[in-house]
């Protein structure tokens, strides 16, 4: 079982190599060249960038999909227990050493037994059952996944990959819904009290810079006949009339929150009804939570069927200072990954194998990057001479879609150079 692929190999565009996809390679160019018009047309305005596409399609292998699956919504039940035991759990709280300034708001949550990861991203690195690892989870990513379900649904409409899909009997994923971000978000805030008035006016949450994520909600919940309000958390006011929302932030600069103390009551006090609340999303957001799905000493926290489950998806993990010395994080250089907590769009990503052994000893030997991840190095996916993740998007508890990222780059990202390939499941949504 763990030596089948993650992709079914007969149903696997990515190249024009094999006597099955070299027919198709022209067919499959024209219908790269539609789609990406339309990402010019439909997407790039909303998002102020190009989304760049690969020339590829493919489809997970039957046999494969649903053990993956089980195991990647094994993992995220596995986050969402740490989640609940951090407000109350000081090992795990000195362990994941959250920022002072967002951790006085996640211990301030009422009733942690009821933490939910609502969405989740897990980026994956490898090309079959038995190699494939989670690398990360990311808890406020949702754009990429709506861009990426837009993509699917525009090479489905294509006429030479759309008879493909066909012949092929692949369904729609759940994430080519153009509406299952405002969908979801709407049932989100009726189950937690809100009345269908108080949904019609919705708040965008965003942190400076520039990101397209915003916009691209926005455009779901303008789409869906609601207004919207979008501002900094900063410049939170319930005079906005805003009682449901979203926040896309990503904490690797916490210094902000520092100054977000109305907006922050309002979600911890229910005011205003956010998926992935503050406690769950500052929690599931530190990539140490990987080092505690990793280090026996935690186990206790998941039941032994589910750690049984983590080794087989989630890679050897460590704390640099606290699981791992620098001595032995020098000795294994070529085997291991340097991440910080609250990284993002691989900046912070450092291979030992990339680096002198002189400049790795310097790097995991700076005060400054005690505490940081220290991860067993996993083996990628590979197209030619592109590297190749895969992504899987989980809502609630279910499987949302799919997707890869193809780059030249050891690291890889769209913000460093990569494109998107679309991958879809073979079975009908959940």
């Given at each position: 079982m763990d030596d089948l692929p993650l992709l079914d190999p007969a149903r696997?565009?990515?190249?024009?190599?094999?006597?099955?996809?070299?027919?198709?390679?022209?067919?499959?160019?024209?219908?790269?060249?539609?789609?990406?018009?339309a990402v010019d047309e439909g997407i790039t305005p909303a998002s102020a960038r190009p989304l760049p596409v690969a020339p590829a399609i493919s489809v997970l292998h039957p046999e494969a999909e649903p053990v993956l699956r089980q195991r990647v919504l094994t993992a995220v039940e596995c986050l969402q227990r740490i989640v609940r035991a951090y407000p109350e759990n000081p090992?795990?709280?000195?362990?994941?050493?959250?920022?002072?300034?967002?951790?006085?708001?996640?211990?301030?949550?009422?009733?942690?037994?009821?933490?939910?990861?609502?969405?989740?991203?897990?980026?994956?690195f490898g090309d079959r059952l038995g190699t494939v690892r989670v690398l990360e989870f990311n808890a406020s990513s949702p754009g990429g996944v709506i861009e990426c379900g837009t993509l699917a649904r525009l090479w489905r409409r294509t006429p030479e990959i759309g008879a493909l899909l066909d012949e092929w009997r692949v369904p729609a994923g759940r994430f080519e819904d153009e509406d299952?971000?405002?969908?979801?978000?709407?049932?989100?805030?009726?189950?937690?009290?809100?009345?269908?008035?108080?949904?019609r006016h919705i708040g965008v949450y965003r942190t400076a810079g520039r990101n397209p994520d915003p916009h691209l909600i926005a455009e779901q919940f303008r789409r869906g006949g609601r207004t919207t309000v979008t501002r900094l958390p900063s410049d939170y006011s319930p005079g906005d009339g805003a009682r449901l929302g979203y926040l896309k932030h990503i904490p690797a600069d916490p210094a902000p929150v520092h100054g977000w103390d109305r907006f922050c009551a309002a979600v911890t006090d229910g005011d205003l009804v956010i998926p992935n609340v503050l406690a769950q999303r500052w929690v599931a957001e530190n990539k140490l939570c990987l080092a505690v799905l990793s280090d026996p000493r935690f186990e206790h926290l998941f039941p032994p069927a589910d750690r049984a489950t983590l080794r087989t998806i989630v890679p050897w993990s460590r704390k640099l200072g606290d699981g791992i010395t620098v001595a032995q994080a020098v000795a294994e250089r070529t085997r291991l990954v340097l991440k910080a907590p609250y990284g993002y769009f691989g900046n912070s990503v450092r291979l030992g194998c990339e680096h002198r052994p002189e400049d790795w000893a310097e790097l995991v030997g700076s005060p400054r990057h005690r505490g940081w991840l220290v991860q067993e190095r996993v083996a990628p996916a590979t197209v030619g001479a592109l590297t190749r993740d895969l992504c899987v998007a989980v809502l609630d508890h279910t499987v949302l879609g799919y997707f890869s990222r193809v780059s030249r780059s050891s690291v890889v990202n769209v913000a460093r150079e990569g494109?998107?390939?679309?991958?879809?499941?073979?079975?009908?949504?959940?």
């Open positions: 696997d565009l990515t190249t024009d190599s094999g006597a099955t996809a070299r027919p198709r390679h022209a067919a499959l160019l024209r219908a790269h060249a539609t789609v990406c018009r090992a795990l709280q000195r362990f994941l050493a959250v920022p002072p300034v967002l951790h006085r708001w996640i211990v301030r949550h009422r009733r942690p037994e009821s933490l939910t990861v609502d969405f989740c991203r897990l980026d994956l299952w971000f405002t969908s979801w978000l709407l049932a989100h805030g009726r189950a937690r009290g809100l009345t269908e008035e108080q949904t494109a998107v390939q679309t991958v879809l499941s073979p079975f009908p949504a959940p």
